[in-house]
């Protein structure tokens, strides 16, 4: 019963969400961002088009902080369930307000250049979920996400959970042979090494692994060598805790 209730509370909300002064479409965010911890509502949500109100408000001018941070935040939520994914993977610039043109690449490539540390992570994660064929990871690369990741995992952001994130999504691309070259290629093995030895495990393994598959590139491995990153590999080989770094 309780799970029937919740599900018919979907409508309602995004109804209200539309139609709502700031103060009350907060409220409705909360209630949204609550409801669609359950797996159905989710489902529900994005089937009603809940992913044209939650980008407008994630991008918005007009709301305040705490409005497109909720925002993000349920997107990043949405997009982590695999039923869901198709739908935001369908989204166009079109639906914006007001309109552009592109696809969901382009927005996600402009979400990045936030640079509120606490919602950034939430932006990263998604963009994680939402990478998930080679072509899509070529198209963010077009629209900049190279660019946003090098500030991530450079010396002027100081977020842990924000360059953990950074690595997590070259972690997605570096499924992806062509990938692999590329993230080698804009340089990103100097940014990604010293991790090998950061005093946070979670850093260390995910840039262990992520080096591992950038190796598997046989065009990669001279320049892997060169910055030093064999011996990173042999260290976590021998002394990481972690049996998928081993």
Known sequence: PARIELLTTVKPILEFLQTAVLQDQHMALSALAKITENEECQFKAVKLNVFDQLFNLALSEFHTYQHRSLAVKTISQLASNTTCLPYLLRFKCDKLTPPSKGPTAKIFAKMCRIRDLDMLPYVVKTVAHFMSTEDVCLDMCDYGLFVQLMWMLGAECESGV???????????????????????????????????????????????????????????????????????????????PDPLTR
């Open 162 to 240: 924000v360059k953990l994130a950074a690595l997590d999504a070259l972690l997605v691309m570096a499924e992806y042979s062509v990938l692999q070259r590329l993230i080698v290629e804009r340089k990103f093995l100097p940014l990604i090494l010293p991790f090998s030895s950061s005093p946070h495990e979670t850093l260390r393994q995910t840039s262990a692994q992520l080096i591992a598959k950038l190796s598997r590139n046989s065009q990669n491995r001279a320049r892997i060598i060169y910055n030093g990153g064999h011996e990173a590999l042999l260290f976590h080989a021998k002394f990481s």
